[in-house]
Antibody, heavy 114, light 110 residues
Framework: EVQLVESGGGLVQPGGSRRLSCAASGFTFRNSAMSWVRQAPGKGLQWVSAISGSGDSTYYADSVKGRFTISRDNSKNTLYLQMNSLRGEDTAVYYC???????WGQGTLVTVPS | QSALTQPASVSGSPGQSITISCTGTSSDIGNYNYVSWYQQHPGKAPKLIIYDVSNRPSGVSNRFSGSKSGYTASLTISGLQAEDEADYFCSSYASSGTLVFGGGTKLTVL
């Protein structure tokens, strides 16, 4: 069974940093492109960043470009999101998602007081 | 404005079937069979109910089914139940290497 488990969320002061992790199991992680998706309070789902299976290609939403960095460790079956220069508008629940074949986590909440 | 277009709301009576549409472009739904659907109850995390257009994760009721035609994907819920009242979101893999999402549809069970 595909499982994605996020961790690392919490309260972060404006301008601060946080690293999120997503532990994957139940599928061949290195073969799967992955994304981070977020949902701000009362809002819809917003794609944040994506990475290819090898990690060679990365993509970012304009709202986080230059501040967030996506990466992965295929030896540990883990996806990461390094978030720097955090702002109030980054407050959201962050989910990791597998692009194909199904896979969605339970989310981790990041709160940045504005 | 969301990349994928969903109706803001749909409604149906218990026992009926309803369909929620999700319209994209040739850069996403029209070119890839990687559409997903999520169900979200108030105050809860979204739950994946359909992936790769028509596949259900383990444990998801077979009352939920997905399909695609051209640039439009559809989620059908048959035998509507009160517990199906929720928000539903669609997503698709896109040629840019990213995921695109719909704005969500509120399902009301009358």
């Amino acid at each position: 069974e595909v499982q994605l488990v996020e961790s690392g969320g919490g309260l972060v002061q404006p301008g601060g940093s946080r690293r999120l992790s997503c532990a994957a199991s139940g599928f061949t992680f290195r073969n799967s492109a992955m994304s981070w998706v977020r949902q701000a309070p009362g809002k819809g789902l917003q794609w944040v960043s994506a990475i290819s299976g090898s990690g060679d290609s990365t993509y970012y939403a304009d709202s986080v470009k230059g501040r967030f960095t996506i990466s992965r460790d295929n030896s540990k079956n883990t996806l990461y999101l390094q978030m720097n220069s955090l702002r109030g508008e980054d407050t959201a629940v962050y989910y990791c998602a597998r692009h194909t074949g199904g896979g969605w986590g339970q989310g981790t909440l990041v709160t940045v007081p504005s | 404005q969301s990349a994928l277009t969903q109706p803001a709301s749909v409604s149906g009576s218990p026992g009926q079937s309803i369909t929620i549409s999700c319209t994209g472009t040739s850069s996403d739904i029209g070119n890839y069979n990687y559409v997903s659907w999520y169900q979200q109850h108030p105050g809860k995390a979204p739950k994946l109910i359909i992936y790769d257009v028509s596949n259900r994760p383990s444990g998801v009721s077979n009352r939920f089914s997905g399909s695609k035609s051209g640039y439009t994907a559809s989620l059908t819920i048959s035998g509507l139940q009160a517990e199906d009242e929720a928000d539903y979101f669609c997503s698709s893999y896109a040629s840019s290497g990213t995921l695109v999402f719909g704005g969500g549809t509120k399902l009301t069970v009358l």
